[in-house]
């Protein structure tokens, strides 16, 4: 068995979005098995378990990811994943994965795939909201799939927009109010937020949003108008439902599973599509197992390894 | 973060049943989080993942852990099993314990359990179906709770029965026809069987039945009309429900979740007991992941250790 550490080490991001938008097509075709995440709340925050099977990359495995808001005060990521690698034929555990950076990979990368489908152009104004790891991993995971020709990014907090600015030196970058970043071509939300701070009259037509933030029962970062106006692609709908930026107004009758336009996955095989180019519309990501999976693959080849007796 | 290797050595079984007769006291008490066990279907087997959290011993998890029947052939278990333990206060995985003996001992412990409070008396004759490592766990574990007079052990391989004798020699241990193990006052079966191989006429009154064997959907060991003469206590309704020794005849309509006399928990904090001298009990066996938590916590002071960079 094999301990792998510091696996974002000199792992391409172009062939990590390839392998992800490989996962989700895989799940468009139903050839994936995935259950639904299962939620386990800790006394100050939550860990998640996340089994799947990926017959076409031939690996199968589990990630085990918590979300501890406070640990930033102990000098601890908020987010710290691991991911156990199982030999298909046998079940026999062969790798055991850090997949802290890995996660914020791979959650750029749907991210990526979403934007290269359903953006309205190919040469974007880039609006971000929240400047944390995933807003930083969404920027360069896109910046592989469209021309970003500028950034618009708003945080509570204006030094962190001056310090997310120093890593994108490559495109201006403007450090704006938070309706002003939603006049963009594509908007990514990245914030922790329990109620919307995204208003629907901010979003003009034909604008493509990647909901990232909500995760978990609660989260929410848009105004449910802009739900209904749009069409709303999920990663899966029942994760969706449960922890996705849909949860919050599908529990309060504002929004139906039923009125979801389909899954990414279902794009990605051209199964649906945006249906016009003034439509708005919107990726809901919660995070799958797959892309979990897609990126321990390309990661195996990489990284540092310690040789561990397992039999 | 730590990986425990060899993790049975020196562990007192016990211990380990003390250990997980208070994990079966929490879940009673429903002190305890465990989604029921999540199943993923690979070619020649498949794999469960089982994450829990056991607040009274300050300790969460996952283990995850395989069934492949083919792999004795390939010179591998046909279960192995591996446990990553989470910081509770942060989430940060400090250990990854190789289960697969574990797995084996915590599921002996539960039988052990159920047999202390469900046996017929406290000097028993033991019954034993099938002669595998489960077959051995449980009486290992059972012998630490009740006095055996001696062991009545089935077999397809009379072979099989002589071999398991040796590793007893401190028991007077028969090799018997089938029905002559089920005459006996706790009778464990532990085979893989897909159709019933123990028959109602066999049982008589007064027995106590640890049905360990049937842990999979279309698994089972025992004639349904054994367990409708009988009080059944489960480890997890769910789960049972799902794939335990009910889950055939549940979905033949041939037992209902309502005819269920409770769960081990429940009998372990005295709100269930055995109704009569005279009535047949049966232990309905599936792993809980909160048993696999309650060995990680002892193992975790024991065994092999290498130290891992995490952060």
């Known amino acids: 068995m094999q301990y792998f550490t510091d696996t974002d080490m000199g792992l391409d991001i172009g062939l990590v979005n390839l392998a992800v938008e490989s996962a989700f097509a895989d799940h468009g075709r139903g050839l994936v098995q995935m259950p639904p995440k299962l939620y386990i709340t800790l006394p100050s925050g939550d860990f998640r378990t996340m089994p799947a099977y990926l017959p076409s990359l031939g690996i199968a495995g589990v990630k085990i990811v918590n979300v501890h808001p406070d640990n930033p005060s102990r000098g601890l990521p908020t987010v710290m994943a691991l991911t156990v690698i199982l030999d298909i034929a046998t079940g026999q555990p062969v790798a055991v994965i850090n997949a802290t950076r890995l996660t914020d990979m791979r ?3 749907a991210g990526a795939v979403a934007a290269k489908y359903l953006a309205p152009k190919k040469e974007i104004v880039l609006g971000v909201i929240g400047t944390g790891k995933q807003a930083e991993a ?4 896109i910046s592989r799939e469209l021309k970003i020709q500028s950034l618009k990014v708003w945080s509570r907090n204006p030094d962190h927009v001056r310090k997310f600015a120093d890593r994108f030196m490559e495109y201006p970058c403007l450090s704006v109010p938070i309706e002003k970043a939603c006049d963009c071509d594509v908007l990514v939300t990245t914030t922790p937020s329990r109620s919307p701070i995204v208003r629907n009259e901010w979003i003009r037509e034909g604008t493509h949003i990647n909901a990232i933030g909500a995760d978990a029962p609660g989260k929410e970062e848009l105004d449910p108008a802009i739900l209904r106006r749009a069409q709303v692609f999920v990663d899966d709908p029942a994760q969706a439902v449960h922890s996705g930026e849909i949860n919050v107004p599908i529990s309060q009758g504002m929004y139906r599973e039923a009125d979801l336009a389909g899954t990414l996955g279902e794009v990605v095989i051209g199964k649906k599509k945006r249906a016009s180019r003034d439509t708005i519309t919107v990726f809901d990501s919660t ?21 561990l007796p397992f039999l």
């Open 107 to 109: 959650t750029g990368a």
């Open 138 to 141: 969404q920027v360069a995971a």
């Open 287 to 307: 995070g799958l197992a797959i892309q979990d999976l897609a990126i321990a693959k390309i990661a195996m080849q990489h990284g540092r390894t310690y040789e």
